[in-house]
């Protein structure tokens, strides 16, 4: 589960990290309140930031820097009313219904700090880089000897003088180190505390020299967070910080059922039991010249009602110009498939073609079944094997 930037600065400012002051607004005229109160604090500097899942958002003209009541109001309102599109988006990119005022801060330089599963240790590692910022992506590619890792014991957890040598790798010096470092401690606490799966702070960034700060202050102003869903069930804070609007509505509906639906960007709709047949499934269909829609996998167990629902999901999909319906009965019970079917032709109606390949548990009564509901069914066939479905499902919609 992914959350929110605003919602990731309260977690790292509860943790101790220094995160500037800021209030997520929903409108523009909570925006215009939000900034008054700020400047009339006496802030000089802030940052307007649309709240989206998503990064890039600096480049993509969707995090602005205001000094004035006036210049705040003009980003708010663009962000509210523009699609979020950056590298980390599809083409259509993210509405924006949320948007952060922050303080603003002066920065000497920004840096890279995260804690992420490594696969290839098996553990945790503390990944950092003095080179962060929005051009990460290309640090990582073209000059991966910048990008520095300290691997963290599952055990021991991360180790004071882990966090010291990495703040000195980075360059820091002075005062900045115990600052560091203490932030690289906190964020690997508050992983273990989560159960996150990825706590990225990017940019950490240290401030000029100041009256209050002689060696300047380090401070995260971005984060983001990814926890592990199956841990969720522990953790009743973070499961509150869900934004169902950030999510595929499609993948929502299908989680309500107990079903796995994933979007992709071809034609052909295609309603699997399994992961493993999900994948030969959508490589038989390559293979046959076609691009899948999205697959959903109704797994061992789903009922009537269920796989209705399934059909009914695959079908509200615009992309979809054909079904392919490919089923091993093992737990999954071939009739009911085909029930389904049934029941989905006279629910929703199948516009489009409908290739259908049964095999396994109860598949006798499933043929007996469709072909009784044949002529309500016109756009149907029937395969004999998958590679028979396939080519027959791709001509179709050719
Ligand atoms: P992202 O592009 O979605 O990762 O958004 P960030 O919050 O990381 O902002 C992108 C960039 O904007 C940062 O790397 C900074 O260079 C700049 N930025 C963001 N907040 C501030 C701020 O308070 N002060 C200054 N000077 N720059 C900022
Ligand atoms: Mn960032």
Do not use: W
């Not at 910048?146 to 180790?159: E, S, V, Y």
């Amino acid at each position: 589960m992914k959350i929110h930037e605003y919602q990731a600065r309260r977690l790292l400012s509860e943790a101790g990290i220094p995160v500037p002051g800021g209030t997520m607004v929903t409108s523009l005229a909570e925006a215009t309140a939000a900034a008054k109160i700020l400047l009339d604090d006496g802030a000089t500097l802030l940052v307007v930031k649309a709240q989206v899942h998503a990064g890039g958002r600096g480049k993509a003209g969707f995090v602005t820097l205001c000094r004035t009541l006036d210049e705040v109001n003009e980003a708010a309102m663009f962000m509210f009313n523009n699609p979020m599109i950056s590298v980390q988006t599809g083409p259509e990119g993210l509405v924006v219904t949320k948007v952060l005022i922050a303080d603003g801060v002066d920065i000497a330089s920004e840096y890279y700090l995260a804690i992420t599963t490594d696969r290839t240790s098996g553990t945790n590692a503390l990944i950092a880089s003095s080179e962060g910022g929005v051009e990460i992506e290309t640090v990582a590619h073209e000059n991966p000897d910048a990008i520095l890792t300290q691997r963290i014991d599952p055990l021991a957890g991360l180790q004071d003088f882990q966090a010291r040598q990495m703040a000195f790798d980075l360059g820091f010096t002075g005062k900045q180190v115990r600052q560091a470092s203490t932030i690289m401690m906190k964020l690997a606490k508050l992983v273990n505390d989560t159960d996150a799966s990825l706590a990225e702070i990017n940019p950490l960034i240290i401030t000029p020299e100041s009256e209050s700060h002689p060696d300047g202050h380090v401070m995260a102003i971005d984060a983001k967070f990814d926890f592990d869903d199956n841990a969720l069930f522990r953790h009743p804070n973070l499961k509150e910080m869900f934004d169902p609007t950030e999510e595929n509505v499609s993948e929502l509906k299908a989680a309500e059922f107990g079903l796995n639906f994933i979007a992709l960007d071809g034609n052909i709709g295609c309603l699997v039991n399994g992961a493993g047949l999900a994948m030969a499934t959508m490589d038989i269909i390559k293979l046959h010249g076609g691009s899948p829609a999205n697959f959903l996998d109704v797994g061992g167990a789903a009922t009537l009602e269920a796989v209705t629902e399934a059909f009914r999901i695959i079908l509200s999909d615009d992309k979809v110009e054909g079904v392919l319906v490919n089923i091993f009965g093992g737990i999954m019970k071939c009739d009911v498939i085909a029930e389904a079917i049934v029941s989905a032709a006279k629910e929703v109606g199948f516009t489009v073609p409908l290739v259908v390949r049964l095999e396994g548990t109860n598949v006798e009564a499933a043929r007996e079944i469709l072909k009784a509901a044949e002529s309500d069914i016109p756009t149907m066939q029937t395969a004999s094997n998958l590679a028979d479905a396939a080519a027959r499902v791709v001509a179709a919609v050719c």
